[in-house]
Nanobody
Framework: QLQLVESGGGLIQPGGSLRLSCAIS????????IGWFRQAPGKEREAISC?????????IYLDSVKGRFSISLDNAKNTLLLQLHDLKPEDAGVYYC?????????????????WGQGIQVTVSS
C-alpha cells in the first residue's frame, strides 16, 4: 500500500523558512490526491493544501498561509514539497502528508486513507 515519509522539519526562528518533503512510495491506482495537514497541540488537524498527481494547480485551504506557503509535486521523483516562508509561532505543530488513491483532493482529514508519521515544526526565538 502507498507509503508516505515526511522530512525537513525542525526548529526555526520567526520569519524563517523551511522546506518539508514527503516521499511517496508504493503508489497504487491510476492517480492520487496528496496534501499537507498540520496539527497544533490541543487543536484539530487542519488542511493546508492539496494537489493531484493528474496535474492542475494546488488547492490552498488555509487562508493564514496564503502567500507564505507553497506546495509542489514532483511526479518523477514521487515527492511532495511544502515550502514555508515567513514562519510565525502559530505555524508550529506536527505537519503530515496524506493521500487518497483514485480520488480528488478533500479538505477533510478523515477522507484520506494514507498518512505519514508526521514531522514537528517549531517556530520560536
Amino acid at each position: 500500500q502507498l507509503q508516505l515519509v515526511e522530512s525537513g522539519g525542525g526548529l526555526i526562528q520567526p520569519g524563517g523558512s523551511l522546506r518539508l518533503s514527503c516521499a511517496i512510495s508504493r503508489v497504487t491506482g491510476d492517480y492520487y490526491a496528496i496534501g499537507w495537514f498540520r496539527q497544533a497541540p490541543g487543536k484539530e488537524r487542519e488542511a493546508i493544501s492539496c494537489m493531484s498527481s493528474k496535474g492542475g494547480g494546488a488547492l490552498i485551504y488555509l487562508d493564514s498561509v496564503k502567500g507564505r506557503f507553497s506546495i509542489s509535486l514532483d511526479n518523477a521523483k514521487n515527492t511532495l514539497l511544502l515550502q514555508l516562508h515567513d514562519l510565525k509561532p502559530e505555524d508550529a505543530g506536527v505537519y503530515y502528508c496524506a493521500s487518497r488513491v483514485n480520488m480528488g483532493c478533500s479538505e477533510r482529514a478523515q477522507m484520506y486513507d494514507y498518512w505519514g508519521q508526521g514531522i514537528q515544526v517549531t517556530v520560536s526565538s
